[in-house]
């Protein structure tokens, strides 16, 4: 059990783990995630198989890919945060380094108290100490990598999201009883004229009070507990219909294929595609950019009208009227609506995370930047003690005070 | 009249390589002085073009992989500079310097148009994201050149106990510790980024796990340093190595696998 233990908190094992992830993820990147199982099998004839049984095809969710996170976070626990006790005496523990070492060989000077200070360091009581924070630089930041472990475990477990595809002027109801209703969706700046996905929301929160805002690109807003994303957009068709030739236009808006009909039989099928056709003279309707077609281009929804029993493709142009079945038809040029992301994660979680990414940039600069040392100074001379890199440390720290003495007296220390 | 100055500074670039790698291999030190004053001159036309690109942009010149590998070859000429006039850092010109070059080369490869900013780079977090990664990547090419420095100087019989060479090691260290910690950042404002912009903090995009990897290969370095307290040759093809990871995040990822960093 002692040996388990005392291999769950060492170097060898936390490095491996990071070497298996990282290898694992060099796989994740080159195998594309989360198609069908047939084009595994397409793709890859001999090691489809593979790939499937092993779960490669979705690596970043398998079980020994977030199990290898899971024992990151034991190795972190073990290695760093459950030898806190030792960081109590990790100052004294220098302090009596510096008392233990020697002195730096060949170095001397009349006032080696005034370089200690110049360096840096502070006196405590005989002897002197510099960058004492850093003695805790290490627990820091693998504390900080094991609580960003845990808060992103939180952050991906706790957290809710539903995307919806609202047309302007309609509502979704979500789930706690809030209703979002998108009163516009623009697609460009007012002011610059630049490209800025924007929707103009409205929401009634389950206790009737009245919420609206906008959400952007970048700029998503709390609405109640749910926070609000503009994540993509689409475009439905439009067409006006109305029964009889001065009636009353009714708008439908066409998110996909649908066949619009009165009577069942005639009617209209919309395919839900717009876009610039080629009318060729025999009748055809062809895509844009189809090979040697030659004919009037056109801008329009490709539908198919069905009347008496007979169909016929054609293109339907934006304001254009088309009587099928007694019922007019005019359809008028797509309209574009926002993809909007709605989600919701646990108030304690976002603090949490941000803190955990404070804490680790702390961490690593106390780590790379706040070496810790520790000096005697017996006579002229001086015995240092630095963690870390100490014999580097030691020897710049001392090339410094050299440098130091050179300019004060003038010529190189014996 | 920009891709002009752009032009410009390749060549002068290519004339401040030649000065180095001459200087370097003749050992003449009036070819070395005349390439240090051609480094600043260039890195100067250099830092020119990138002021003049964002002002007719309008925005700072980091939004495609064209920009940014002229900021990458930018922030390692400085680099080398600050090493050089600050630190007193010598022999590092020689390996630097070509790279710049041959960056500033790939970028000329690539479209230059100034484009407007797709809605999903308009936010508060571009400019320390991106600026982040430049100066990662340039301290991580920086530590590379250094090692091959260190090699080159190995294998011309200096020994690993030289106090140059302990120093060449050492702020080999040093370069990759503080890439390390902008790396850090790149990766967390990109978090932050991709949950303002994409709802979700990390998708396992290609871009984002290639970050991961070259994160996870740079923190075992340390620790190898620090803890197993290994030491020059070793750590010194280690971190060209390393920085071919750093070369695929940056250019082979976006070359060869689509997704949600493809703009960059």
Redesign the interface.
């Known amino acids: 059990m002692k040996k388990i233990f005392r291999f769950l908190r060492s170097m060898k094992f936390g490095m491996l783990l990071l070497a298996v992830i990282a290898a694992l993820s060099v796989a994740g990147t080159l195998i594309p995630q989360e198609q069908e199982t047939q084009a595994y099998e397409a793709a890859y004839p001999v090691m489809g198989k593979v790939i499937l049984f092993l779960g490669l095809d979705h690596l970043y969710s398998t079980w020994y890919y977030i199990g290898l996170f899971l024992l990151l976070g034991l190795s972190l626990l073990f290695c760093s945060v459950l030898r806190f006790g030792r960081i109590w005496h990790a100052k004294a523990a220098l302090l009596a380094g510096a008392e233990r070492a020697d002195v730096l060989e060949g170095f001397s000077v009349s006032d080696p108290a005034a370089v200690l200070k110049k360096k840096g360091f502070r006196k405590a009581s005989d002897r002197w100490i510099k960058n004492p924070l850093g003695l805790y630089a290490s627990f820091v930041t693998h504390t900080a990598l094991l609580l960003m472990l845990i808060a992103c475990a939180c952050v991906f477990a706790l957290q809710e999201k539903e995307d919806y595809s609202v047309m302007v002027g309609e509502a979704v109801t979500l789930p706690d009883g809030t209703m979002i209703h998108v009163d516009a969706f623009s697609m460009e700046d007012e002011k610059s004229g630049k490209l800025e996905y924007r929707s103009d929301l409205t929401a009634v929160l389950p206790d009737q009070s009245v919420v609206s805002g906008e959400v952007r690109v970048n700029h998503p807003k709390y609405f109640g507990r749910y926070k609000v994303y503009q994540q993509s957009y689409a475009y439905a068709g439009q067409a006006d219909i109305r029964t009889d030739e001065h009636g009353r236009d009714e708008r439908a808006v066409l998110d996909g294929a649908a066949f619009l009909t009165l009577d069942g039989v005639n009617g209209i099928s919309y395919m839900g595609n717009y876009g610039t056709f080629i009318l060729t003279e025999d009748g055809q309707i062809l895509p844009e950019g189809y090979p040697d077609a030659e004919g009037e281009m056109a801008e329009g929804y490709m539908i198919a009208i069905l009347e008496n029993g007979q169909q016929k493709l054609t293109l339907a142009r934006p304001d254009e009227t088309i009587v099928v079945g007694g019922v007019y038809y005019t359809f008028r040029a797509p309209a574009a609506y926002p993809g909007l992301r709605v989600k919701t994660i646990p108030s304690f979680a976002l603090p949490f995370l941000y803190f955990s990414f404070a804490l680790l940039v702390i961490g690593l600069y106390l780590c790379f930047f706040h070496i810790p040392a520790a000096a005697v100074v017996r006579g002229e001379q001086i015995a240092l003690k630095a963690a870390g890199d100490p014999e580097t440390v030691v020897r710049l720290l001392l090339e410094s005070a050299e440098n130091h003495s050179t300019k004060d007296q003038g010529d190189r220390p014996e | 009249m920009l891709n002009v100055l752009f032009f410009v500074s390749i060549a002068c670039f290519f004339v401040t390589a030649f000065l180095h790698v001459a200087g370097g291999f003749f050992k003449k030190e009036g070819l070395q002085k005349a390439g240090w004053l051609a480094l600043i001159v260039s890195t100067l036309i250099l830092s020119v073009y990138l002021v003049a690109r964002g002002i007719s942009a309008g925005r700072i010149p980091m939004s495609n992989q064209f920009e940014f590998a002229t900021f990458f070859a930018w922030g390692i000429a400085v680099m080398t500079l600050i090493l050089h006039y600050r630190m007193k850092v010598e022999g590092i010109a020689p390996f630097a310097i070509p790279g710049v070059f041959v960056l500033l080369s790939y970028a000329a490869l690539l479209p230059k148009d100034i484009t ?1 900013l ?3 780079l ?2 508060a977090w571009f400019v320390s994201h991106i600026s982040s990664a430049i100066l990662s990547y340039s301290a991580f090419a920086i530590a590379c050149f250094l090692g091959i420095r260190y090699l080159t100087m190995l294998r011309r019989g200096a020994s690993p106990e030289d106090k140059a060479m ?1 120093d060449l090691d ?1 702020l080999s ?2 370069m990759i ?2 890439g ?2 902008f790396l ?2 790149v990766i ?1 404002t990109g ?3 991709a949950e ?7 998708s ?1 995009d ?1 871009k984002e ?2 970050a ?2 070259t994160w ?2 740079y ?2 370095y340390l ?6 307290k290994y030491r020059g040759k070793k750590m010194a093809v280690y971190v060209i190595v390393a920085m071919i990871c750093v070369i695929f995040t940056f250019v082979g ?1 976006n070359q060869l ?1 689509p997704g949600l960093h493809s703009y960059g």
């Open positions: 407007e797709m809605p999903a308009k936010s302990q050492y260290y040093r510790a503080f390390f910690i850090t950042l967390l978090c932050i980024w303002q912009a994409w709802s979700t903090f990390w396992w290609p796990t290639w991961l990897i996870i290969i923190a075992i620790h190898l340093r620090i803890n197993r990822v696998m």
